[in-house]
């Protein structure tokens, strides 16, 4: 009897243990983050102007995502970190369930096929479609594409407008990013690159040669992604930052800066 009470005793202190343990756990680190005191962000690089490298910056890289990441880690008191990573693992959601980052900031559209995979914070930029070309080209619309070859970046809602919208004899070429699209494009290994307008008018910034010749209204809002289910906790504090950095200015302020 004396020894069932003395295993009854460890049991109870392993639990009462085990308890304290994960009170701590959780105290320590209440968002669930991947690395505690670090807010580790997952973004396809480069997609400027929401994300480039940038080696002057702490990061290693800029843009109005990881700007608006910074700041919002920064008012948690976390240390930002920045992981480039594949698009199509981002919306999918497989680099979050991987574990690789506790947010996937990538100008993500927010569409209910993706909510089914990924939780979203509010949204926090609307967007549209747009078509570039060589300024010399001779396209003017989608509907001029025809037998042409559309640069499309895999996984995007501007490859499945262009699914639905190119012509049916163009040919869609998908790219991992929007770097190696650009390439082809000035390459002339593609006609033309359908894909968000703020991305196609970076590139119009940098070389007069090429226009946007045609934009759509497609509704289009841009929301950060977490890992399904893990962390509202996370989630409803990202999503109160964001309204307050709208309510200080914070957010007025990034967006001028990268869209005038």
């Known amino acids: ?136 080209s001779g396209i003017s619309s989608l509907a001029d594409t025809g037998g042409k070859k559309i640069g499309v970046q895999k996984g995007t809602t501007g490859e499945i407008f262009a699914q639905e919208n190119a012509p049916a004899n163009a040919e869609l070429v998908s790219f991992d990013d929007d770097g190696l699209m650009w390439l082809a494009l000035q390459a002339g290994n593609v006609d033309a690159l359908l894909q968000d307008q703020p991305i196609n008018y970076e590139h119009v910034v940098v070389d007069a040669d090429y226009v946007i010749v045609e934009e759509w209204q497609t509704d289009e809002q841009y929301g950060f992604a977490l890992e399904k289910g893990k962390s509202p906790e996370l989630l409803a504090a990202i999503d109160g930052l964001l309204l307050e950095m709208r309510a200080d200015g914070a957010y007025d302020a990034l967006y001028a800066k990268y869209f005038g």
């Open 1 to 136: 009897m004396k020894l069932m009470k003395i295993i009854a005793g460890v049991a109870g202190a392993a639990l009462l243990l085990a308890g304290c343990a994960g009170t701590k756990d959780e105290a320590d680190n209440p968002y669930k983050l991947v690395a505690v005191g670090k807010l580790t962000v997952c973004s396809d690089v480069p997609y400027a102007p929401f994300e480039f490298e940038d080696p002057s910056a702490p990061s290693g890289y800029s843009g109005f995502d990881i700007e608006i990441m910074g700041e919002i880690a920064k008012r948690l008191e976390l240390e930002l970190v920045v992981v480039a990573s594949n698009f199509d693992a981002l919306q999918s959601g497989a680099a979050l369930a991987a574990g690789q980052c506790d947010v996937g900031a990538s100008a993500i559209t927010i569409t209910e096929e993706r909510k089914a995979n990924i939780d979203y914070t509010a949204p926090y930029y609307d967007s549209l479609q747009s078509l570039l070309v060589r300024a010399d």
